[in-house]
């Protein structure tokens, strides 16, 4: 079993910023270190959405348009988390983030479809 836990959701003015954490825990041993992560978000009513992913050793990013030069995401696999550091935010970025694994991958990925561990959720909520 493996386990996803997100921290680091809260409410925030336009123009602020938040990091989100996501600690992965349980019988990762088997893949460790080779995982890609990937952050997606989603709002009520529609899609859940690709906002960035990681490859296994950090070397490799992706973003989603509207996220890029704002959001950063980065890993530290010595403590199995990957952060979401996420700068100017605007009310558009609220929404629930969840984050994902893909284990024994290098590659990282903008479908959500090809990571097969969730967390619960994190609600960011960005105010105007």
């Known amino acids: 079993q493996v386990q996803l836990v997100e921290s680091g959701g809260e409410l925030v003015q336009a123009g602020g910023s938040l990091r989100l954490s996501c600690a992965a825990s349980?019988?990762?041993?088997?893949?460790?270190?080779?995982?890609?992560m990937g952050w997606f978000r989603q709002v009520p009513g529609k899609e859940r959405e690709f906002v960035a992913s990681?490859?296994?050793?950090?070397?490799?990013?992706y973003y989603k348009d509207s996220v890029k030069g704002r959001f950063t995401i980065s890993r530290d696999n010595a403590k199995n988390t990957v952060y979401l550091q996420m700068n100017s935010l605007t009310p558009e970025d609220t929404a629930v983030y969840y984050c994902?694994?893909?284990?024994?991958?290098?590659?990282?990925?903008?479908?959500?479809?090809?990571?097969?561990?969730w967390g619960q959720g994190a609600q960011v909520s960005v105010s105007s």
């Open positions: 994902a694994a893909r284990p024994q991958s290098r590659v990282a990925s903008t479908r959500s479809d090809v990571y097969d561990y």
């Open positions: 990681i490859n296994w050793n950090g070397g490799s990013t």
């Open positions: 349980g019988h990762i041993s088997s893949w460790y270190p080779i995982y890609a």
